[in-house]
Nanobody, 114 residues
Framework: QVQLVESGGGLIHPGGSLRLSCAAS??????????MGWYRQAPGKQRELVAT???????NYAESVKGRFTISRAVAKKTIDLQMNSLKSEDTAVYYC??????WGQGTQVTVSS
């Protein structure tokens, strides 16, 4: 019943910015207490963690995105957001949001190209 839907992806030039949003639907108990995260998968590569946000708002980022990406959540709207600045070609991937340990969205494509 619980579903996550990502949006905000697209084509952007290097150095540009995008904001991804993940909307949760269905009945979710204690949304704000769950660990949440954004992951990405480039063609031919393994899915990797990009950023997480935990109970109390603590955050963690992959070294490759530190200082450029910011993860946040809006409890009332039940969304998980990822602000991406100074995008690089290496950021090109399908981005997935995750709620708790096993709920995933369908993914949204981010392509960074000149």
């Amino acid at each position: 019943q619980v579903q996550l839907v990502e949006s905000g992806g697209g084509l952007i030039h290097p150095g540009g910015s995008l904001r991804l949003s993940c909307a949760a639907s269905g009945i979710i108990r204690a949304f704000s207490s769950l660990d949440m995260g954004w992951y990405r998968q480039a063609p031919g590569k393994q899915r990797e963690l990009v950023a997480t946000i935990g109970y109390g708002g603590s955050t963690n980022y992959a070294e490759s995105v530190k200082g450029r990406f910011t993860i946040s959540r809006a409890v009332a709207k039940k969304t998980i957001d990822l602000q991406m600045n100074s995008l690089k070609s290496e950021d090109t991937a399908v981005y997935y949001c995750k709620l708790g340990s096993n709920v995933w969205g369908q993914g949204t494509q981010v392509t960074v190209s000149s």
